[in-house]
């Protein structure tokens, strides 16, 4: 099946710096990949469209300029949390669908967990 | 507005026991309904799709557009079963974007 991966799988930064992670599909292609936030025993929360080639489409009230979007290409997508703040710690997932643009089954990366101090 | 909800945050059975997992969606448009599984420590990934009608694991859901649900059943549950489950929608723009509800733990006792 396919395989969606994230780097690093956990970071601590300290308040005030700028963190990166990033989401790779391993086995397949994708010009669209998800971002979403997910806080403990929490939903996972939407925040943005990635799509290579152009700019991401971010949902109502996640702010463009703190988190960063980059499809570099058709097989990663990067997310940088820019002036991190402790209330940016969460887990943030990254998922891609795997055939047929946006509309395949999307598929999962295992996470990243960030916590800033 | 879109919106996915899922009454439950806990439920707990015992083994052999029924489960029924609830959701119900809010959306204007053709509604396209997933059931997401997360065990312990592994990522999340796709139980059943309402699309598909099919049994997977001895899992069902069947959409029920006039009751706007689409609720997770099992006539028999397995301690393997315990994880979180996500109900989700698809919005049908073909943007991909998949709308989750609160997500249920489903505990199987012993």
Not at chain 1, 59 to 66: A, L, N, S
Not at chain 2, 48 to 58: A, D, N, Q
Not at chain 2, 86 to 93: P, V
């Amino acid at each position: 099946g396919a395989v969606v991966s994230q780097h690093p799988s956990w970071v601590i930064c300290k308040s005030g710096t700028s963190v990166k992670i990033e989401c790779r599909s391993l086995d397949f292609q994708a010009t669209t990949m998800f971002w979403y936030r997910q806080f403990p025993k929490q939903s996972l929360m939407l925040m943005a469209t990635s799509n290579e080639g152009s700019k991401a489409t971010y949902e109502q009230g996640v702010e463009k300029d703190k988190f960063l979007i980059n499809h570099a290409s058709l097989t990663l997508s990067t997310l940088t949390v820019t002036s991190a703040h402790p209330e940016d710690s969460s887990f943030y997932i990254c998922s891609a669908p795997a055939a047929g643009g946006p509309g395949g089954e999307q598929y999962f990366g295992p996470g990243t967990r960030l916590t800033v101090t | 507005a879109q919106r996915v909800t899922q009454p439950e945050k806990l439920l707990s059975v015992f083994k052999g026991a029924p489960v029924e997992l609830k959701c119900n969606y809010s959306y204007s448009g053709s509604p396209e309904l997933f059931w997401y599984v997360q065990y312990s420590r592994q990522r999340l990934q796709l139980l059943l799709r309402h699309i598909s009608r099919e049994s997977i694991k001895g899992f069902t859901a069947d959409l029920n557009k006039g009751e706007t649900s689409f609720h997770l059943k099992k006539p028999f549950a397995q301690e393997e079963d315990s994880a979180m489950y996500y109900c989700a929608l698809r919005l049908t723009s073909n943007t991909g974007k998949l709308i989750f509800g609160q997500g249920t733990t489903l505990q199987v006792k012993p």
